[in-house]
């Protein structure tokens, strides 16, 4: 299943909160997989597993191929944003992509979600 990519919609001013914590933090992509910050940013039900990859230009949810196919839409040597992914998850991004950063945003993300 191919990713899809998010419109623009009720969800595109979170989308813009998330961008301004990655401009702040100098990342350049965030991998999304909680089932509460799916809904947050996108306003999706989506089933365990599926994972949300956001950059400046896009958001798009990928619903089966799990990490992996994360790393396969993001360039090599990106710097990186996640929520507490796994240890596993992360040497999977670790390895595929090469990434100059890996940073957690977790609490940001937490207080916008929390916000609601």
Not at 31 to 59: C, D, K, M, N, Q
Not at 70 to 76: E, R
Not at 87 to 112: K, M, W
Request: hydrophobic share 50%.
């Amino acid at each position: 299943m191919p990713p899809v990519s998010l419109p623009r919609d009720g969800f595109a001013p979170r989308r813009l909160a998330l961008r301004a914590i990655m401009d702040g933090r100098g990342v350049d992509a965030v991998i999304l997989s909680r089932p509460r910050s799916l809904a947050h940013y996108g306003g999706l039900a989506a089933p365990g597993g599926a994972l949300l990859v956001v950059t400046a230009r896009e958001a798009l949810l990928l619903q089966t191929g799990g990490w992996e196919r994360a790393a396969a839409l993001l360039p090599k040597g990106c710097a990186l944003g996640h929520e507490n992914a796994a240890a596993e998850e992360l040497a999977i991004l670790v390895q595929a992509l090469g990434p100059r950063r890996v940073l957690c945003l977790a609490a940001e993300i937490a207080r916008q979600v929390g916000g609601r």
